[in-house]
Structure formats: structure tokens, C-alpha cells
């Protein structure tokens, strides 16, 4: 996984899950395996996410990964919310991730992110030797 791709998650339950209602706050954050797939569940028991708004925040990302697909917007990845995590997930991944979100039925806010096993260290490696100085060691 890219560094601190889960922190942001982490962080918007410490900003929005709390209010005067919900004022003890649990969260977990669980990584398995299902159909060759690595799946990782962050939820929260707090107060969820106002509908319209989620609404909002869902159609931005679909449309922001739309332009994505048709090679654009790429240079317009910006902030460190949940929109801009998903998006840096979808470049990095290339096509082998994909995620759900929203409010759960019993209070509270999840994302499961999927990400389809692969051989993430040779594409690592391809990056790496990508950016190698060719100067380096002489």
C-alpha cells in the first residue's frame, strides 16, 4: 500500500464522527482476503455522513475517476480527504481497485477498499528503476 494511504480515513473519524451525541466513539480497521482479493474495511460507530452529502462526495469521485480513465485530471489530485485518497488508490492500482462507501445502517460511516492481488512489487521495482539517477554511485 502507498504510504499513509489509510491515515486520512483515520483522520476523518477523529473530525467528523464525534458530536454531542456520540461522544464515545469506536472504529476498526480490518484487512482479509476474499477472492484473490486484499479487502480493507475501516468503519466507525459515530454519527455517519449527512445523505446529501455523501451523495455529493460519491458523484465527485465518479466523476473525478471518469476523467481519470479518459487520461485526464491526473495533475488535479489534490487535498488529503477520502476523494483524493480514492483517486491516488485508483492511479497507484491501475485498474485493480475499487471501494464502497457510505453511512452503515446501525450509525456510523465505512469504505471497504478491494484491491486485486497482483505483483505490486514488480510494478514497484519498474517505478523505481524509472526514476534511478544514472549518476548515482560513481
Given at each position: ?15 467528523h464522527a464525534y458530536n454531542a451525541k456520540n461522544t464515545a466513539v469506536h472504529a476498526e480497521v480490518r484487512c482479509t482476503e476474499e477472492d484473490g482479493k486484499v479487502v480493507i474495511l475501516i468503519w466507525d460507530d ?93
Open positions: 500500500l502507498p504510504r499513509l494511504c489509510l491515515q486520512p480515513f483515520a483522520e476523518n473519524i477523529f473530525e459515530g454519527q455517519g455522513m449527512d445523505e446529501k452529502a455523501l451523495r455529493t462526495m460519491k458523484d465527485n469521485i465518479r466523476e473525478r475517476c471518469r476523467e481519470l480513465d479518459r487520461g485526464r485530471a491526473a495533475d488535479e489530485v489534490y487535498g488529503i480527504g477520502i476523494e483524493n485518497t480514492i483517486l491516488r488508490m485508483q492511479l497507484y492500482f491501475d485498474g485493480a481497485f475499487s471501494y464502497d462507501l457510505g453511512n452503515r445502517t446501525d450509525g456510523g460511516f465505512y469504505i471497504r477498499m478491494m484491491i486485486e492481488e497482483g505483483d505490486d512489487g514488480k510494478r514497484d521495482r519498474e517505478q523505481c528503476n524509472e526514476n534511478k539517477n544514472p549518476d548515482r554511485g560513481r
